[in-house]
Structures are given as C-alpha cells and as structure tokens.
C-alpha cells in the first residue's frame, strides 16, 4: 500500500493542512489494472477534522476495491475558500498520480459527513468556477480534472438558511458570514454541472437538522441530477460508521440502524461506475 501523506499549501493554509494516501498495491497477477479512488473530507465543523470521519471511513472503501485518500483541510481561524482550494489541490495531486498509482482519474469520488460533506458539495458545485482555476494556475480545458464522479454525503452541512449549523458557517466565513452565506448555502448552487449524488441523514439529527440533505435532495431533483437518499428514523449527529468501530470513548454515536449505509453506498458505487 502507497500509505503517504502530502503536505497541501495553498493561499491561507494552515501548517497541518495534508492528504493522506491508502493506495492499493498494484499487481500483474490481478485483473484490475485501475481502481476508483474515495476522496474522504472529515467533519468537524470547520473547526478540526474528525479521526472518527477519516481513517476507519478510508479502509471500509479499500475493503470494497477503491483506493482512498483523507483530506486534512485547514480549518478556523482558516477561511473559505482556503479548505475548498486544497480539496481541488487534492484532486490535482491524484491526477499527477494516477498512472503511478494506478487511479482511475474519471472515477474520482468525493466523501465527506457533516462539515466535511459540505465541503465535498462545494466541489460539486463550484468545479468549473474560474477562481479555482486560477488559484490553481489551471488552463480553461483542465478545470474538468476537478470535477467529482459522484459524491457521498452523510449527514451534511448544506445550508445557511433556517435549518443552519451556524456554528460551521462561522467557522467557515469568519467576519464574512454576511457576505458569503448565500453562495454557500448549497442547495442554491445545484446546476446540471453537479455531479451524482449519494446522501444519508437522520431524522432526529439535532445537530444539523435532516431539513440540510431534504433542500440539497429537492434542489438536485429539479435540476434532474440522478441522486440517493436515505432518512434513517433515529440516530444523532456524527455517526460515522455509526458502529462501535467509530464509537466515542463514552460508548456514543452507536446506532445499529444507520450502518447499512456503508453498503448502500458499495452499491451507489457499483452502479455509478458501470455507466
């Protein structure tokens, strides 16, 4: 396994910014030649980024055949668009990798829960936007590389609307909450550009209240982006894995009902790559 971590410097980084590397091994003697890659973007609320979201999320996706990597993106006193920029560099970083590390490039998917998922959409929304591609030196005919295949979001941040996480958007936007809230709350900002989408919620999120993924999943239905989307009847915020692989030291965020998402995602999975 190429097990690696990059460090990513982009305006306004912060020094622990990086990507994290779970590349299978490639062999001669197996028939897959190029696997598809999980780019994984913890939450935290953009102000850390959750061990609970990252490593044990990466080895559930090399365990169904992807390769992975975990996106440690700058968070507070960070401001947007700084994680957004070193999520594109991420993308970049695997294109330059992909023959090496044997990554189908079509087949890049992004993953994120909570403030993380929000940061995943925001790729989804705002690949093709100029000032990414300029930040990032990119020519009109390359911004395609950052364009995700599809997207996985669990329990994500979206809007900043009545059903808001403020506490992320202020996180996120600092002293320029007023000005930028309306571009990221992102279930305005679904185009037919937006990628595919696989999304999961609870009901009784009292967190980041469920109203997040029902505006995302309306807003793609009406642009018509094919998306899935699964309200689970109990469970609270930060899940993960909603197993005791991800529980927390006093025993929480264990809810047996939430962890088929894992396999639903495998076969959201399966059928978006067999397109």
């Known amino acids: 396994m190429i097990n690696i971590t990059y460090q990513l410097q ?16 490639y062999s001669d003697a197996m028939a897959i030649q190029k696997r598809p890659l999980i780019l994984i973007c913890p939450g935290g609320g953009y102000r850390y980024t959750s061990d609970r979201e990252s490593e044990s999320i990466a080895l559930q996706f ?10 440690r993106y700058s968070c507070a006193p960070a401001t947007y668009p700084t994680s957004l920029l070193e999520l594109a560099s991420a993308m970049l970083l695997i294109h330059e990798n992909a023959e090496e590390w044997h ?36 020519k009109e005919p390359d911004h395609e590389i950052l364009r995700p295949a599809g997207m996985i979001l669990c329990y994500p ?3 900043s609307g009545e059903f808001a996480h403020k506490g992320s958007f202020e996180n996120l936007l600092g002293d320029r909450v007023e000005e930028l809230s309306e571009k990221l709350s992102l279930e305005k900002q679904v185009s037919d550009k937006t990628p595919k989408a696989f999304i999961w919620h ?26 899935e989307f699964h309200m689970y009847p109990v469970g609270g915020h930060g899940l993960a894995l ?18 088929s998402w894992v396999g639903l995602a495998k076969t959201w999975l399966e059928h978006l790559f067999e397109e």
């Open 103 to 138: 990554v189908d490039a079509e087949k890049i998917v992004v993953q994120g829960c909570s403030a993380g998922g929000h940061l995943a959409a925001c790729l989804g929304m705002f690949w093709d936007e100029d000032f990414l591609a300029e930040e990032l030196e990119l």
């Open 242 to 259: 909603a197993s005791r692989l991800t529980q927390t030291s006093d025993g929480r965020h264990v809810q047996e009902e939430c962890t």
């Open 157 to 159: 941040v979206i809007t």
């Open 62 to 71: 090399l365990a169904m055949g992807y390769h992975a990597a975990v996106l």
């Open 202 to 227: 609870t009901f009784t999120d009292d967190s980041v209240p469920v109203e997040n993924s029902l505006l995302l999943v309306s807003a793609m239905r009406k642009a018509g982006i094919p998306t």
């Open 10 to 25: 982009v305006k306004g980084s912060l020094p622990d910014a990086k990507l994290v590397t779970y590349i299978q091994d």
